[in-house]
T-cell receptor, first 113, second 112 residues
Framework: EPEVTQTPSHQVTQMGQEVILRCVPI?????FYWYRQILGQKVEFLVS????????KSEIFDDQFSVERPDGSNFTLKIRSTKLEDSAMYFC???????????FGPGTRLTVT | QKEVEQNSGPLSVPEGAIASLNCTYS??????FFWYRQYSGKSPELIMF????GDKEDGRFTAQLNKASQYVSLLIRDSQPSDSATYLC????????????FGSGTQLTVLP
């Protein structure tokens, strides 16, 4: 069964450093998303992406964040200058069409020290 | 602010029993409703979705939606210890078709 994949599974970085989290959505899906979950808290929406453009973003997704689809399979989330409060699990998700079910990848645990 | 509320639990049921998980939402215009299962340290796994009022069954799982009462529930029949996890309710609100708003989850423990 097709699934969303994410790399790395765990990333440790120092405050102020840039990180790139990578995702490969399900191959026939057209909509891509990033969510995060701080330990013990709710899953929170960050951004959605369609047709090489951001289609919606939350207040969390400020200028420090960016997303890109650099090729036909990868979808990336970049954090330019990490803060301690960026430490969280970051989940990539995809859906075949707008409004359809979203399937989540295994996540990247980001630890900022 | 659009909210999704769940009883955080923990909810404990004996093996073989029916587990009932509940979720309420504040935005009357919400359109789509999802139940995800999340094991500790893992990602949300989609187990059910429901778009229309009424019941939807899939194997041991039944989702129930009542839009008038702004209430969605998940029933797990013949609960197994492997069902022990946190169950997340997620809602797609009207006017925001791209994002899911999640509840804080209900922790379910199925006792052998």
């Amino acid at each position: 069964e097709p699934e969303v994949t994410q790399t790395p599974s765990h990333q440790v970085t120092q405050m102020g450093q840039e990180v790139i989290l990578r995702c490969v959505p399900i191959s026939n899906h057209l909509y891509f998303y990033w969510y995060r979950q701080i330990l013990g808290q709710k899953v929170e929406f960050l951004v959605s992406f369609y047709n090489n453009e951001i289609s919606e973003k939350s207040e969390i997704f400020d200028d420090q964040f960016s997303v890109e689809r650099p090729d036909g399979s990868n979808f990336t989330l970049k954090i330019r200058s990490t803060k301690l409060e960026d430490s969280a699990m970051y989940f990539c998700a995809s859906s075949v069409l707008l409004g359809y079910e979203q399937y989540f990848g295994p996540g990247t645990r980001l630890t900022v020290t | 602010q659009k909210e999704v509320e769940q009883n955080s639990g923990p909810l404990s049921v004996p093996e073989g029993a029916i587990a009932s998980l509940n979720c309420t939402y504040s935005d009357r215009g919400s359109q789509s409703f999802f139940w995800y299962r999340q094991y500790s340290g893992k990602s949300p796994e989609l187990i059910m979705f429901i778009y229309s009022n009424g019941d939807k069954e899939d194997g041991r799982f039944t989702a129930q939606l009542n839009k008038a009462s702004q209430y969605v529930s998940l029933l797990i029949r013949d609960s197994q210890p492997s069902d022990s996890a946190t169950y997340l309710c997620a809602v797609r609100i009207k006017g925001s078709a791209r994002q899911l708003t999640f509840g804080s989850g209900t922790q379910l423990t199925v006792l052998p």
